[in-house]
């Protein structure tokens, strides 16, 4: 199995920052796709950014210029650095990532998506 677990999450003021974590776990080859998604209430999860194991990145026009995506593929992990936040960006943030759980999985381009329980971002003076 493999699993992704979130970190970092909490109360910060407008205009200041927090650093999201997440680790992947478990029976893992491989991570292709490392990336953070987010959901207010009554709205659908959007995307945030993603991270390519290549290090292709993509960010939603809200956070470009705020946020900053990173990973460290030796620990398997991803991060967001979240700077000059905004009450909008309230939010649970989800991390996901595209894994391959052996080397036969690899080679036939079979991954596993895996998505973590979230950590709550809330925005607010």
């Known amino acids: 199995q493999v699993q992704v677990v979130e970190s970092g999450g909490g109360l910060v003021q407008p205009g200041g920052s927090l650093r999201l974590s997440c680790a992947a776990s478990?029976?893992?080859?491989?991570?292709?796709?490392m990336g953070w998604y987010r959901q207010s209430p009554g709205k659908e999860r959007e995307l945030v950014a993603l991270?390519?194991?290549?290090?292709?990145?993509t960010y939603a026009d809200s956070v470009k210029g705020r946020f900053t995506i990173s990973r460290d593929n030796a620990k398997n992990t991803v991060y967001l650095q979240m700077n000059s936040l905004k009450p909008e960006d309230t939010a649970v943030y989800y991390c996901?990532?595209?894994?391959?759980?052996?080397?036969?999985?690899?080679?036939?381009?079979?991954?596993?998506?895996?998505w973590g329980q979230g950590t709550l971002v809330t925005v607010s003076s």
């Open positions: 996901h990532a595209d894994t391959y759980p052996g080397l036969t999985d690899y080679h036939q381009g079979r991954y596993l998506e895996v």
């Open positions: 478990g029976s893992i080859f491989s991570i292709d796709t």
């Open positions: 991270i390519t194991s290549g290090g292709i990145i």
